[in-house]
């Protein structure tokens, strides 16, 4: 039997990586106002860019609906089994919506073999898991014993943020305005990690300067791991590739990761994180 993984527009892969897993995407829905566009499908990144530059208010997102997932699912024949891997729980309905999409296919067809699982991470950390989930498909190994070692793996994830500017959070309304603008007055850099327990975001330090933030963000990483040899570093940024590759070139210089995936992050991380946003992705020991 053959797996099929589903994944959704909260997660950030390069397209090559899509291409190369056959992956299946249920988009994630992003509303500029009354206009609403699905991500990958009816809006692309550089046309999303141009558009929150020139909205007063910062779009908003919803997640896909039960039947999006349905639909999904219907896709891939009945001898396949499906894994699908949600955005984290803690940001939004997605997972939820899988579950409900799940239950009505299964409705009709109760042989069907479909495991949903909540990353509890979401941009390049649903990327990492992607590269874990193929690399067992890859061998061999069976869909229950996969399921169970993904489990494992997402309670492993380590998934840590960095903005550049605190723009998009201030107009999101995520920092109220006074903290803000003492905040970037004093040029505060904020530190952010997805939490254990539910996949939320937290910010975990306020650091002054770019240099001495970008110089903690890569410290953070060796108080969560100490073997590197087999390990992959996932990496997104938001609209600053030079930025990002620089960040990751010196997690490489001092950490021996066996690989990395980069890419840019999609609509809905790109909304919160602003320009120059990093999120980093790895499994903890």
């Known amino acids: 039997m053959t797996i099929q993984m589903i994944i959704d527009g909260g997660a950030d892969l390069p397209q090559e990586m899509i291409e190369k897993h056959q992956l299946k995407v249920?988009?994630?829905?992003?509303?500029?106002?009354?206009?609403?566009y699905k991500t990958g499908l009816t809006i692309d990144l550089s046309t999303f860019y141009q558009k929150l530059k020139e909205a007063d208010e910062l779009p908003t997102s919803s997640s896909p609906s039960p039947n999006d997932?349905?639909?999904?699912?219907k896709q891939v024949g009945p001898e396949e089994q499906i894994l699908v891997l949600a955005l984290t729980q803690g940001l939004s309905s997605t997972y939820d919506s899988a579950i409900m999409g799940r239950d009505m296919l299964l409705e009709e067809e109760p042989d069907r073999e479909i495991a949903v699982l909540n990353t509890k991470t979401a941009s390049c950390g649903v990327a990492l898991l992607v590269h874990e989930a193929s690399a067992k498909i890859?061998?061999?190994?069976?869909?229950?014993?996969?399921?169970?070692h993904m489990n494992d793996k997402i309670e492993k994830t380590t998934?840590?943020?960095i903005l550049k500017t605190l723009e998009?959070?201030?107009?999101?309304?995520r920092l109220d305005r006074v903290k803000g603008t003492l905040a970037k007055t004093l040029n505060i850099k904020l530190l952010m990690k997805a939490t254990d327990e539910e996949g939320s975001v937290a910010v975990t330090e306020k650091v002054r300067g770019d240099k001495k933030s970008i110089r903690r963000f890569i410290e953070q990483i060796g108080e969560y791991a100490h073997q590197f040899e087999d390990k992959v570093i996932a990496m997104s940024h938001s609209n600053d590739e030079e930025r990002g590759?620089?960040?990751?070139?010196?997690?490489?210089?001092?950490?021996?990761f066996k690989d990395s995936i980069f890419t840019e992050t999609g609509p809905l991380i790109s909304t919160y994180a602003g320009e120059g946003g990093l999120v980093i992705a790895f499994f903890k020991d």
Request: hydrophobic share 35%; proline share 6%.
């Open 26 to 36: 249920v988009p994630l829905n992003i509303h500029f106002g009354d206009e609403q």
């Open 69 to 73: 997932f349905y639909e999904k699912f």
């Open 138 to 148: 890859e061998e061999g190994m069976p869909f229950n014993q996969i399921v169970e």
């Open 159 to 161: 998934t840590l943020f």
């Open 168 to 173: 998009n959070v201030i107009k999101g309304g």
């Open 245 to 256: 590759r620089k960040v990751l070139q010196s997690i490489k210089e001092k950490y021996p």
